[in-house]
């Protein structure tokens, strides 16, 4: 079986999972967030942190719930990793440096998980389990309530409440990330992957030297890194490691659990605004997207540019041979789609236009599908500004599930969508002005460039992900791509739910012969043009001077 038939097989199974799971687990999903009833352990949890779960909050309290839960998460990892030498399980382990505490404090509070320190020789096994992979789980959290949030702007009426923020994220935990990840994790033993408590073991190589070798409880933090779009790695080869991705089918497992409650969540939307179809038109647009980046990764990486990969038959350099070029350039592209960051090969070795498309995924705004939560309501701002587009074309006030999309909310929406490239595009102009940050840089000329574009689209879009060719561990990049991380979060957390916030407050507008349908195949079509046009306009130029013009010259 050829590369290419084996690629597509695996892509179409992809597919037709998550097709198969779409409407089933979106259907739960709609009844986890929308159920009057309190599990014992959550009642339990509730009491614990001292909160009403059935009190309703207004957009701006829910708001200040998510940056108070994330700013005491931020002190209690930073505290955790700076503490690490007087804890169990530390493996001989100091306390993790300032700047490097810092930055992955934030780094995993902001649901990013960049890395700027290799796991296995940084980390022991207790602030990897109960700091790295409970923000692994609890950040994934906060991402899903605040989507919930949102949706429940367009479904309710005169009403200043979008929910409990301290109901959403333990039932985000308990009744959906929890039962996954717990069965996720042994269907991954199962395969191969590590799970233990076990010491460093020093082994002997075949060249007579000695390696150590470092265990610890992967399995359980991989599903979930997967699972919750963190991204991250106990090991610095990340999922190109055999510890955390043993097989090609794992592999392909963990594609799934990165891209099923992203790709499921439109049910969960279309179900609370009472009208299904709009729920597909939203994955319909995330699919479209998704499906063009596939492809476009692909083809790129199986092309044969120059006399090596001709020789081989693809671009395999950085590719890790157990999975293979395609299978590689898949798991690429779906973990720049869906801001999970985690990698099975080196980006940085990817030709130009493969290397760019990973950037382009994560400019879209990390929608197609995105993070979890995340995706969900960046892609539905985006339907808001497409709404609001359509209305300027014929004339008329424009409409969005019965809501009018005004100047008000247009401004929440643009403040939404400008965020973060002034953020990538500031911060990468900053860090080539600047000598010093410059010698950080791998190459010179354009992948140098894409080398610190990458970084900063990467932090300010909380994917985590790396070109590798950047020495990103000083001082100086840990605290701006920290800034980015932070920035980048909770700045278009605040100005979804003020959007929200001002959607719900509204009576419902009855649909007229003027209001545009939201449910066709010409709305998709629009929301994914303007996704592409309004990143095309955004991010071109420098694409131009980055992997652009280094394709131009390969």
Same mark, same amino acid.
């Given at each position: ?40 352990? &959550? ?12 009190? &309703? ?19 209690? +990892? ?20 300032? !700047? ?7 780094? #995993? ?22 700091? /790295?992979?409970?923000?692994? #789980? ?28 301290? $109901? ?13 990840? *717990? ?6 033993? *199962? ?18 030297? $000695? ?10 933090? %991989? ?17 190109? !490691?055999?510890? &955390? ?19 499921? +969540? ?38 044969? !540019? ?8 693809? *671009?395999? %350099? ?17 973990? $720049? ?50 709404? #609001? ?11 969005? /599930? ?6 008000? %909310? ?40 894409? &080398?610190? /574009? ?24 840990? $605290? ?41 195949? /010409? ?26 013009? %280094?394709?131009? !010259?390969?």
């Amino acid at each position: 079986m050829s590369s290419t038939t084996a690629g597509i097989l695996f892509i179409g199974s992809l597919v037709i999972a998550l097709v198969a799971v779409h409407r089933p687990f979106g259907d739960y999903m709609y009844r986890v967030f929308t159920s009057t009833r309190h599990l014992r352990v &959550e009642r339990g949890l509730y009491r614990l942190i001292g909160v009403n779960p059935d009190a &309703e909050q207004k957009w701006s309290v829910y708001a200040r719930s998510v940056l108070a839960f994330s700013l005491v998460s931020v002190l209690f +990892l930073y505290a955790f990793q700076r503490l690490q030498g007087y804890l169990l399980l530390n493996l001989g382990f100091k306390g993790v440096p300032d !700047h490097i505490a810092w930055n992955t404090a934030i780094s #995993f509070v902001t649901n990013t998980n960049w890395q700027a320190y290799s796991g296995e020789s940084t980390m022991g096994h207790l602030v990897q389990m109960s700091g /790295l992979a409970v923000q692994n #789980f609890v950040s994934a959290a906060v991402g899903i309530a605040v989507a919930m949030a949102f949706v429940r702007g367009f479904a309710r009426k005169k009403t200043d409440e979008l929910g409990n923020f301290w $109901t959403d994220l333990v039932r985000a935990c308990v009744r959906v990330l929890l039962p996954i990840a *717990a069965v996720a994790a042994i269907v991954l033993i *199962a395969g191969g992957a590590v799970q233990n408590f076990a010491d460093p073991h020093t082994v002997h190589t075949v060249a007579g030297g $000695t390696q150590t070798i470092t265990g610890g409880p992967v399995a359980s933090q %991989e599903v979930i890194k997967e699972l919750g779009t963190n991204g991250g790695g106990f090991y610095n080869a990340n999922s190109a !490691h055999p510890f &955390e991705n043993p097989t090609a089918w794992t592999n392909w497992i963990e594609i799934f659990l990165l891209t099923m409650i992203a790709f499921s +969540l439109p049910r969960t939307f279309g179900r609370m605004v009472g009208d299904k179809r709009q729920g597909y038109a939203i994955v319909s647009v995330m699919a479209t997207l998704a499906v063009l980046s596939v492809i476009a990764i692909n083809v790129a990486q199986l092309a044969h !540019h120059g006399t090596v990969p001709t020789a081989v038959g693809a *671009a395999a %350099e950085g590719t890790e041979t157990r999975f293979g070029v395609s299978n590689s350039a898949t798991f690429a592209a779906a973990t $720049t789609l869906t801001s999970t960051g985690a990698v099975n090969s080196f980006h940085d070795s990817y030709t130009s236009l493969g290397g760019g498309v990973t950037m382009l995924n994560m400019m879209l705004g990390e929608v197609a599908p995105g993070g979890v939560g995340s995706g969900l309501y960046g892609m539905l701002i985006l339907a808001v500004i497409t709404v #609001f587009v359509a209305g300027l074309m014929v004339g008329r006030t424009p409409e969005y /599930l019965g809501k009018k999309i005004g100047g008000r %909310e247009m401004k929440f929406a643009s403040m939404y969508f400008l965020v973060t490239p002034v953020i990538v595009l500031v911060g990468t102009a900053t860090a080539m002005a600047m000598p010093g940050q410059r010698a950080s840089m791998l190459n010179t000329g354009p992948h140098g460039l894409s &080398e610190v /574009l990458y970084a900063f689209t990467s932090a300010a879009n909380n994917n985590g992900s790396a070109f590798a060719g950047l020495t990103v561990n000083t001082p100086w990049y840990d $605290t701006a791509l920290g800034l980015a991380m932070v920035f980048g979060r909770f700045l278009p957390m605040v100005f979804a739910l003020a959007l929200a916030g001002s959607l719900a407050r509204q009576s419902p507008t009855p649909v007229s012969e003027g209001t545009l349908p939201t449910h066709r195949p /010409l709305f998709v079509g629009m929301v994914a043009g303007v996704t592409l046009i309004l990143v095309g306009l955004t991010f071109f130029p420098a694409l131009a001077l980055g992997p652009l013009a %280094e394709g131009i !010259h390969q």
